[in-house]
Every structure is written in structure tokens, then in C-alpha cells.
């Protein structure tokens, strides 16, 4: 074998045998194609209908346009046959015919260069060019009809499918002689801008979306695509953008289903122009709540924002159940000190001081929020460095904070004295120089100590302190309770009530001693378990051991 000198890029023959796998062949993919052929036949409205043809269910879809001069190019795989402006504009590939392949079609058309109508009938078997077509005269004086030889599945889906290709077509679509509805692609959007022949419209997006929405309509066909979206704090949307193409050649479809939008120059153009339009339309708000790397990204495009709003969060401790924190007000207008996230144990014991009325700090304490960093306000806020505790005990002073555990041999129980250290610094400019270190009495001090349960968890109480065992155990839950979902775990009801179980009754050991813990302890197992039983006009003495029970009814009281 001799190797060629030159090559040049060709279609091979064996293609046309192939045509019927270049489209799924959906009743969806055969109306977008017929109804775009239509829309550049110059059609003013569409026809569709359904009917009975030898006794089979047949689709028929017709429109007013130019018609088809030239019969042989509707099957002949990649001639378009559409004029040079069209082609310029739109990019046909003379393949949306072959979605019908493997279908039975009649095509009828008026032929504007033979001055008169032609109609062929093409077999379902004859798509693979191995057949000649008869092309034959018909009394057709204007534009384009299409009868298909319907699968069973299709009419279940025949309506439906109508319905959706006709909402955001150009043209007026008519099925079975009723009007279709049409809506404008970007109805409901924020704000609309023109950009190189598309239309950009910029919305509030609430709804929940499925996994690829529709984000591009090329005259009625709507197109899965990512595009820039931009989210605001606290807010409980993002701003997402749509684009309906009116005459924008540089965009194009992948061939041959056009079902997503070709990777090119002109599609990353658009997708700068879209991030503009948006930080536009946010500029036109009132107020924003964008993230300090979004404000830089809107200034790089062209595009000054004022600073993000000036109001922060008003700080609550988070939850060891999924690090949850209820929501705190909108602080604004009011002195703040930001406090940096910690673990759930450092800060609901911090809240035990840090929420009282009265600002204790001075000012009101404010949840962080990283993403405002670099805006002036924000920058200069002043601010707790980190949250940390000292334990006073007979043996000597203990610390605990995020960057120091207990040693592990530390036991729970009584402590001489406890406080939470609240180093203060300025600014962030300052963050490594505080100006005061607040050093204020706790009562009880709960510490997970890098455990992840009550029972590695070491607690203290201050000396002589009032604290029921009541507060205790709740204190113990919002520190260390967390419901473990694994599928062989139990229910969140059953983990929780075991869990206050255990926290009452270690709770009760520590502020009552071990004797009265157990008193208690039975006391509620009799409340739960026994006491429904007993009738209520009678009285029941009960004398144990721990192996003996003796029950005896006694006279009523």
C-alpha cells in the first residue's frame, strides 16, 4: 500500500445507513425539527393535527411557508437547501429531516422554481438510501406538509409534547384547529437586556429547579446550558439569567439534535455578558448582600457597586446536632462585636454569659461572616479573637479551648472556680493584638474535649453554684447530643430519649451525689414505667432489693 501525500477531511457514504441513530427519534425531537424547518420556510403560523391513514395513526403538521423546491434535498443527508442570509444566520445542517428515519412520511410541498406542488412518499425502511423515491404532482399551492406514521407510545405523548414545543415558538401553532398558548421565554424576569442578537433576562430564582433547566431558547427549542448565577447572603434566592436568541449566528447548536449549546467564543462572550447584566441589575437595587469576591468580580467587569448592606446576624451559639444554630435578627445600626465560629460545646457554654441582656461585651455580639471580609465596614468592626475557658481545681489551673484539650485523665465534678476568656481586639487589622482580655465566672462548663458523645465529654461545676440538674442536662444536649442516621441506628425519637436518660442521670450524679442519683433514677423509671399500671382508687407499697420485690396493696390514703 502506497500513503497518500495530502488528505482532506470527507463523509463517508456508509453514514446514510446510520441516520437512524443520528436522533432518538422522541416525538418531542420531531416536532422541535419540523417546527423550526417551518419557522425558517418563512411560515406565519403551524398547523397540527392527528388522523387516520391506511387505517394507521398519523401526525400531520403543515405550514404556509416557501415550500421545498427541490425534492431531492429534503433527504439528501447534510443539504440544507436554505438560501446564503439563512444560512448564514442560523447554521442548518439538512439533518433534522432524518429525525423521521425510520418512520413511514409523506412529504407534500409547493415548489416556487417549478411553479407547481410535488408530494413522495418515503417507506420506513427506505431512509438508508438504498431506494429510489418517486416523487409525484399534488394540488399543493403553498408551503410544507408532513405526514408521519405514528408509534402507539407517541399518542400518549402527542398533547403534551404539542403544548411544550408551541410555548416559547415564535410563530402561532394550532392543534386540531385550537390555538396554542405561547408565553415569552423571559416573562417574569427582573430586568432584560439586548446583547448581539439575544434577548438577556435576569431573574429571582425561589423555586427549586430540576437538575439541567432549560436556560437557552433558540426560537422555541429550549436548551440545557451553564450559565454565570450569583448568590447574595442570607437571601433566600440567587440571581439566575435566561436567554432567548433572536439573530445570533456565533451561537450555535450541537448537531445533529441541537439539544445543547456548541462550546465556542461567542457562547463564553455571552456568558460575561450575562454576569454584567447581573451585577447591573443588582446594582439597581436598593441594597445587596453580595460576597466581598463577588463586589471585586463586579468591579473587574466595569460594573461599581456600593458595599454590601451593613447589618450582621445577632450571634447564637451552634448545636452539636448538625452544627445548627437558630437564625439571629438583623443587627443594624447598633455597635457590634463579631465572634468567630467555634465548636458547639465553646459556644453554648459562652452563651450561658454572652446572651444575657445588658451586652456584656459591650456591644451586640454578631455571628461572623467570612464572606463579608475585605468590605471597609465590616474590616473594622472590632472582634473576639477566640473563645477559650480556665478550670480552677484543688490540683491546679486547666485551660480548654479549640487549639487545647484536657489532659484525658481529667475527671468530671466540682471545680473552685471557672471562666470564659473573651480577648477583644480592635479591627481586623488588629485580630493578633487585643486591646482587652474579659475574663467572666461561669457556673457549669461542658467540654466534648474531642470526643463525639456524653460519654467522653468532661464536665465541671463551680463550687457552691445554684444549678439544677434540669439545666445541667439541657446544657449537656445542646453540647454533645447528635443523631447518628446510620441505617442501623435507631430512630431520631429513640437516640434523643436515651440521651436525655443519660444526661439527667449523670446530671443528678454530679449536683446530687451517687445516692440520690439513683433514688432519682428509679423514681423515673417508676413514672414511666409503673405508675399507669396502679388504679387509680388504690395505693401500692413497694419494698425492694436487688434481688428481692415484695408488692403489697395497702389502704387508700
Same mark, same amino acid.
Given at each position: ?62 405550514? #404556509? ?6 425534492? @431531492?434535498?429534503?433527504?439528501?443527508? +447534510? ?73 402507539? =407510545? ?22 386540531? +384547529? ?9 416573562? %417574569?424576569?427582573?430586568?432584560? *437586556? ?10 429571582? &430564582? ?15 427549542? %429550549? ?18 439569567? %435566561? ?19 456548541? *462550546? ?28 466581598? %469576591? ?27 446536632? &448538625?452544627?445548627?444554630?437558630? $437564625? +439571629? ?16 460545646? =465553646? ?7 454572652? #446572651? ?8 451586640? @455580639? ?7 471580609? +475585605? ?10 479573637? *477566640? ?88 446544657? $449537656? ?30 446530671? &443528678? ?14 423514681? #423515673? ?21 436487688? &434481688? ?5 396493696? @395497702?389502704?387508700?390514703?
Amino acid at each position: 500500500m502506497t500513503l497518500p501525500a495530502t488528505i482532506r477531511p470527507s463523509v463517508g457514504q456508509s453514514l446514510i445507513t446510520k441516520v437512524s441513530r443520528l436522533f432518538n427519534g422522541t416525538i418531542t425531537d420531531v416536532l422541535s425539527e419540523m417546527l423550526q424547518n417551518s419557522r425558517r420556510a418563512g411560515a406565519t403560523d403551524v398547523e397540527i393535527d392527528l388522523a387516520q391513514f391506511d387505517e394507521k395513526p398519523t401526525l400531520i403538521i403543515s405550514d #404556509n411557508g416557501w415550500g421545498i423546491d427541490d425534492p @431531492a434535498n429534503i433527504v439528501t443527508l +447534510g443539504q440544507s437547501g436554505w438560501n446564503d442570509d439563512l444560512a448564514r444566520r442560523e447554521d442548518p445542517a439538512g439533518m433534522g429531516i432524518f429525525s423521521l428515519a425510520g418512520r413511514r412520511v409523506r412529504i407534500r410541498s409547493f415548489s416556487r422554481d417549478a411553479g407547481r406542488g410535488w408530494q413522495v412518499e418515503i417507506p420506513a425502511d427506505a431512509w438508508h438510501g438504498t431506494a429510489h423515491l418517486a416523487v409525484q404532482p399534488c394540488d399543493v399551492l403553498q408551503g410544507t406538509s408532513f405526514l408521519i406514521e405514528m408509534p402507539d =407510545i407517541w399518542m400518549q405523548q402527542v398533547e403534551g409534547a404539542i403544548k411544550d414545543v408551541a410555548l416559547y415558538y415564535p410563530l402561532a401553532v394550532r392543534f386540531q +384547529g385550537k390555538l396554542l398558548q405561547r408565553e415569552d421565554f423571559l416573562a %417574569k424576569a427582573h430586568r432584560v *437586556e439586548e446583547w448581539n442578537g439575544c434577548r438577556i433576562g435576569v431573574f429571582r &430564582n425561589h423555586d427549586h429547579e430540576p437538575p439541567h433547566p432549560p436556560r437557552i431558547n433558540f426560537h422555541g427549542v %429550549k436548551v440545557p446550558c451553564h450559565l454565570p448565577t450569583v448568590s447574595e447572603i442570607d437571601a433566600p434566592h440567587r440571581w439566575i439569567a %435566561k436567554v432567548d436568541i433572536v439573530d445570533a449566528p456565533a451561537l450555535q447548536l450541537v448537531l445533529p439534535a441541537r439539544k445543547e449549546m456548541a *462550546e465556542s467564543d461567542a457562547l463564553a462572550a455571552l456568558r460575561l455578558e450575562i454576569e454584567a447584566t447581573t451585577y447591573r441589575t443588582i446594582r439597581a437595587e436598593s441594597e445587596h448582600r453580595l460576597p466581598f %469576591k463577588s463586589w471585586k468580580r463586579a468591579a473587574e467587569l466595569g460594573i461599581s457597586l456600593p458595599e454590601a448592606a451593613e447589618w450582621l446576624e445577632a450571634w447564637q451559639p451552634t448545636t452539636a446536632e &448538625n452544627y445548627q444554630c437558630e $437564625m +439571629g435578627e438583623p443587627i443594624r445600626e447598633e455597635p457590634m462585636i463579631i465572634i468567630p465560629a467555634h465548636e458547639p460545646d =465553646i459556644e453554648q457554654c459562652a452563651a450561658q454569659v454572652l #446572651n444575657q441582656d445588658g451586652m456584656p461585651l459591650g456591644y451586640r @455580639a454578631v455571628r461572623a461572616e467570612q464572606s463579608l471580609e +475585605g468590605y471597609s465596614w465590616y474590616d473594622e468592626l472590632p472582634r473576639v479573637i *477566640e473563645l477559650s475557658f480556665t478550670i480552677k481545681r484543688s490540683e491546679g489551673v486547666l485551660s480548654y479551648s479549640s487549639d487545647q484539650s484536657l489532659p484525658p485523665d481529667t475527671s468530671s465534678g466540682d471545680a473552685i472556680d471557672i471562666r470564659l476568656l473573651v480577648p477583644v481586639a480592635r479591627s481586623a487589622e488588629y485580630d493578633d493584638e487585643p486591646i482587652a482580655m474579659l475574663s467572666i465566672p461561669l457556673d457549669i462548663l461542658v467540654c466534648r474535649n474531642d470526643g463525639s458523645d456524653l460519654d467522653e465529654a468532661i464536665i465541671f461545676v463551680r463550687a457552691g453554684a445554684s444549678v439544677t440538674p434540669a439545666r445541667l442536662a439541657s446544657l $449537656m444536649e445542646l453540647c454533645c447530643f447528635w443523631h447518628n442516621d446510620d441505617s442501623d441506628c435507631d430512630s431520631w425519637d429513640t437516640q434523643h430519649r436515651e440521651f436525655e436518660k443519660n444526661a439527667r442521670n449523670l446530671a &443528678n450524679i454530679l449536683l446530687l451525689g451517687e445516692e440520690e442519683a439513683l433514688l432519682e433514677h428509679i423514681r #423515673n423509671a417508676m413514672h414511666e414505667e409503673i405508675l399507669w399500671l396502679i388504679p387509680k382508687d388504690r395505693r401500692i407499697e413497694i419494698t425492694a432489693s436487688n &434481688n428481692e420485690l415484695s408488692l403489697l396493696f @395497702a389502704d387508700p390514703a
